[in-house]
């Protein structure tokens, strides 16, 4: 792999009106780790997660993905370059199963040929059993299993922010963006998904996570990205950004 | 019997048992013209409420266009067969591609429209073709419309009475149906359901939410245009009241009352709004009123239509018998 950073952020701007959410950050994501985007609320991380993954339209700057231009791309386009995200409220599909919600995220997997699907060739149906077992296999992998039969919305919070990170998984990502994973967790529940993103890690694929839990934060990450009032405060190993003045001010909201 | 089993034992079953009454119900209804009339109407129902149940049941997105297609396609077969004087069959081709490539076309921009403000949009889209078909009276024939529209023929073969149209009908209403499920069995048919619960989280999954949408409504725009080809050759005349509006609010009631989300749903509610004014005519002067009395309360108590009451009744039927048989063992 010659770009060792699968991610770059280079100047990215938000406004809503007059308001600046995002305001010319830069930063990179190096392949193959848990970088965490932290800050005081109102700093703009979830913004900034919105428009790399192709939700919210940019205002200005780009984004990179393994050092292709990825500015401006749809949400699916960008899926299809191998990003995936979860959102702070789960962005479950309610009328399909667990297993279901996990086909749906293979998408950019095999064909979406309509004409394959109103006759079901035969290729199509092997190629559909497939993503039905790869989609169990990931249900299995975050514990989820049992439940694969089940519609999504009979599932406990908990199980339903799980059911997301299998989701996401499902489509094979080469880097998952994550909007607050551990926001209405239980303390095991955390512990569960702390031990998951690390077997994600080992598993080569990239984590970008915004989250406020700071526990969490600090024994999960191994790169942290601080973020002030839309702008570009501070970066670092967990130890350092704990021990950094300016971030601590940012934080207790001193001058 | 597990419910994925009884699933599967209901897909093998239910196309075979579909197939098969097809063929025999006109023994069954003893040759009746009269009563094939009514099955093929309910046929030609059927057909446009596949495309609708793809748009609207399964992608979530009202539109109220189905009969402005339907009128699209039986003006194209109408003009096609008198004007030029094409065979039926080709008529019906013509009629498809039509409405089709108009479908294509008015989804880009109208999709964007969500929720009620599509489906104003999919109206007014027919209020202007309906003015533009009866201010057109040198081709149209404006109000009055255009008679003594041929039966459409394969060889010296006519379908020119109700028993072979019936055939046609239902062989037409049968291969969409085929189509349809297995569009709906397919991924395409889980992103579909998925964009119609959210599209951000259709998006970020990969689904292309325009695209989706745009065959969809598409399909839909064929397969009714193909309907009201259907449908002005079986009467011999067409003329614009048969496309207003109201067409379309019944196809959408049709789903209501059927259910949205399968095409059991879309079969039975075909069945009901075409069975009951008829049965409910003894009734006179309130014959409407008792309908509409019925309508409300198939919306009101059954919120997934006669097809959902169906299957939760034959779940529970499944379970109950289960644990009678499980006690029975003991």
Same mark, same amino acid.
């Given at each position: 792999? =010659?770009?060792?950073?699968?991610?770059?952020?280079?100047? /990215? $701007?938000? %406004?809503?009106?007059? +308001? #600046? @959410?995002?305001?010319? !950050?830069?930063?990179?994501?190096?392949?193959?780790?848990?970088?965490?985007?932290?800050?005081?609320?109102?700093?703009?991380?979830?913004?900034?997660?919105?428009?790399?993954?192709?939700?919210?339209?940019?205002?200005?700057?780009?984004?990179?993905?393994?050092?292709?231009?990825?500015?401006?791309?749809?949400?699916?386009?960008?899926?299809?370059?191998?990003?995936?995200? =979860?959102?702070?409220?789960?962005?479950?599909?309610?009328? /399909? $199963?667990? %297993?279901?919600?996990? +086909? #749906? @995220?293979?998408?950019? !997997?095999?064909?979406?040929?309509?004409?394959?699907?109103?006759?079901?060739?035969?290729?199509?149906?092997?190629?559909?059993?497939?993503?039905?077992?790869?989609?169990?296999?990931?249900?299995?992998?975050?514990?989820?299993?049992?439940?694969?039969?089940?519609?999504?919305?009979?599932?406990?919070?908990?199980?339903?922010?799980?059911?997301?990170?299998?989701?996401?998984?499902?489509?094979?990502?080469?880097?998952?963006?994550?909007?607050?994973?551990?926001?209405?967790?239980?303390?095991?529940?955390?512990?569960? !998904?702390?031990?998951?993103?690390?077997?994600?890690?080992?598993?080569?694929?990239?984590?970008?996570?915004?989250?406020?839990?700071?526990?969490?934060?600090?024994?999960?990450?191994?790169?942290?990205?601080?973020?002030?009032?839309?702008?570009?405060?501070?970066?670092?190993?967990?130890?350092?950004?704990?021990?950094?003045?300016?971030?601590?001010?940012?934080?207790?909201?001193?001058? | 019997?597990?419910?994925?089993?009884?699933?599967?034992?209901?897909?093998?079953?239910?196309?075979?048992?579909?197939?098969?009454?097809?063929?025999?119900?006109?023994?069954?209804?003893?040759?009746?013209?009269?009563?094939?009339?009514?099955?093929?109407?309910?046929?030609?129902?059927?057909?446009?409420?596949?495309?609708?149940?793809?748009?609207?049941?399964?992608?979530?997105?009202?539109?109220?266009?189905?009969?402005?297609?339907?009128?699209?396609?039986?003006?194209?077969?109408?003009?096609?067969?008198?004007?030029?004087?094409?065979?039926?069959?080709?008529?019906?081709?013509?009629?498809?591609?039509?409405?089709?490539?108009?479908?294509?076309?008015?989804?880009?921009?109208?999709?964007?429209?969500?929720?009620?403000?599509?489906?104003?949009?999919?109206?007014?889209?027919?209020?202007?073709?309906?003015?533009?078909?009866?201010?057109?009276?040198?081709?149209?024939?404006?109000?009055?419309?255009?008679?003594?529209?041929?039966?459409?023929?394969?060889?010296?073969?006519?379908?020119?009475?109700?028993?072979?149209?019936?055939?046609?009908?239902?062989?037409?209403?049968?291969?969409?149906?085929?189509?349809?499920?297995?569009?709906?069995?397919?991924?395409?048919?889980?992103?579909?359901?998925?964009?119609?619960?959210?599209?951000?989280?259709?998006?970020?999954?990969?689904?292309?939410?325009?695209?989706?949408?745009?065959?969809?409504?598409?399909?839909?725009?064929?397969?009714?245009?193909?309907?009201?080809?259907?449908?002005?050759?079986?009467?011999?005349?067409?003329?614009?009241?048969?496309?207003?509006?109201?067409?379309?609010?019944?196809?959408?009631?049709?789903?209501?009352?059927?259910?949205?989300?399968?095409?059991?749903?879309?079969?039975?509610?075909?069945?009901?709004?075409?069975?009951?004014?008829?049965?409910?005519?003894?009734?006179?002067?309130?014959?409407?009123?008792?309908?509409?009395?019925?309508?409300?309360?198939?919306?009101?108590?059954?919120?997934?239509?006669?097809?959902?009451?169906?299957?939760?009744?034959?779940?529970?039927?499944?379970?109950?018998?289960?644990?009678?048989?499980?006690?029975?063992?003991?």
């Amino acid at each position: 792999m =010659t770009e060792p950073h699968i991610l770059s952020v280079e100047g /990215l $701007t938000r %406004r809503y009106g007059g +308001v #600046v @959410a995002v305001d010319g !950050l830069t930063f990179k994501v190096r392949r193959g780790t848990i970088t965490a985007l932290i800050g005081p609320n109102g700093a703009g991380k979830t913004t900034t997660l919105n428009v790399i993954s192709g939700i919210t339209p940019r205002s200005g700057g780009r984004v990179f993905l393994s050092g292709e231009d990825a500015t401006d791309l749809r949400a699916d386009q960008i899926c299809r370059r191998g990003m995936a995200r =979860t959102f702070q409220t789960p962005q479950v599909f309610r009328s /399909l $199963t667990v %297993r279901e919600n996990l +086909v #749906v @995220a293979t998408m950019r !997997l095999g064909t979406t040929s309509i004409a394959a699907a109103a006759f079901r060739t035969a290729r199509l149906r092997k190629e559909e059993e497939g993503f039905r077992r790869s989609a169990d296999e990931w249900l299995d992998w975050v514990g989820l299993a049992h439940c694969a039969d089940r519609p999504i919305g009979s599932l406990s919070f908990g199980q339903v922010r799980m059911a997301e990170v299998a989701r996401v998984l499902a489509s094979k990502p080469d880097i998952i963006l994550m909007d607050e994973p551990a926001s209405g967790l239980s303390r095991a529940e955390t512990q569960t !998904l702390r031990s998951v993103l690390l077997r994600i890690r080992d598993a080569a694929i990239t984590v970008l996570l915004v989250e406020h839990n700071m526990p969490f934060v600090m024994s999960t990450a191994e790169h942290v990205v601080v973020l002030d009032k839309g702008r570009f405060l501070a970066e670092g190993d967990p130890a350092a950004i704990q021990a950094d003045a300016a971030v601590r001010n940012a934080y207790l909201g001193r001058g | 019997m597990s419910a994925e089993q009884s699933r599967a034992f209901g897909r093998q079953i239910l196309p075979v048992a579909g197939i098969g009454l097809v063929g025999v119900l006109p023994v069954l209804l003893g040759g009746s013209n009269s009563l094939l009339n009514i099955a093929v109407l309910i046929g030609i129902y059927f057909i446009v409420c596949i495309g609708l149940s793809l748009i609207f049941g399964i992608g979530g997105q009202l539109s109220l266009a189905q009969a402005a297609f339907y009128g699209i396609g039986a003006y194209t077969s109408a003009l096609f067969t008198t004007k030029l004087g094409a065979p039926v069959l080709l008529g019906f081709c013509a009629a498809a591609l039509t409405a089709g490539v108009i479908g294509w076309i008015l989804a880009a921009p109208i999709l964007r429209l969500r929720t009620v403000y599509l489906a104003m949009a999919t109206l007014a889209f027919g209020e202007i073709l309906i003015t533009l078909i009866r201010e057109n009276r040198g081709l149209t024939g404006g109000s009055t419309g255009l008679l003594n529209l041929p039966a459409p023929a394969v060889g010296p073969f006519a379908f020119d009475t109700p028993l072979s149209y019936y055939y046609l009908v239902w062989t037409v209403a049968l291969a969409a149906a085929w189509v349809a499920r297995n569009i709906i069995r397919s991924r395409i048919g889980l992103g579909l359901r998925a964009l119609s619960d959210t599209e951000i989280g259709a998006a970020s999954c990969g689904v292309d939410v325009a695209r989706f949408k745009t065959w969809m409504f598409t399909l839909g725009a064929v397969l009714a245009g193909i309907a009201g080809a259907l449908f002005v050759h079986y009467i011999t005349f067409i003329s614009p009241d048969s496309f207003s509006v109201s067409f379309s609010i019944l196809m959408v009631m049709i789903l209501a009352i059927g259910g949205r989300d399968s095409l059991a749903g879309a079969l039975l509610g075909a069945i009901a709004v075409t069975v009951l004014p008829i049965l409910l005519a003894s009734y006179d002067r309130y014959s409407e009123l008792i309908f509409g009395v019925l309508f409300l309360a198939a919306v009101m108590f059954l919120p997934n239509g006669l097809a959902g009451a169906g299957s939760s009744l034959v779940r529970r039927l499944t379970v109950s018998a289960r644990s009678s048989g499980e006690r029975a063992s003991d």
